[in-house]
């Protein structure tokens, strides 16, 4: 649902995806929207780096 409503929209708009931060609210929301998958992104990024670190240490001691 919320696919083919996002869909429609970049229809109405031709494609432009400036109708997702002209007005306020649709700024607001994007944003919103945004916030969980940013985070999430870093948190992904961060474990990742982790394991390579404490991997190259295990490889580095022995």
């Known amino acids: 649902m919320a ?3 996002f869909l429609q929209s970049l229809i109405i708009s031709q494609g432009n995806l400036s ?3 002209e007005r306020p ?3 607001v929301l994007t944003i919103i ?3 969980p998958i940013t ?5 992904t990024f961060k474990k990742m780096t ?3 670190r404490s ?7 022995g």
Do not use: C, G, Q
Request: no cysteine.
């Open 3 to 5: 696919e083919s409503a």
């Open 19 to 21: 109708i997702f931060i």
């Open 33 to 35: 929207m945004l916030i």
């Open 39 to 43: 985070i999430n992104l870093v948190l």
């Open 50 to 52: 982790k394991k390579e």
């Open 25 to 27: 609210i649709s700024l």
């Open 55 to 61: 991997l190259s240490k295990r490889f580095a001691s």
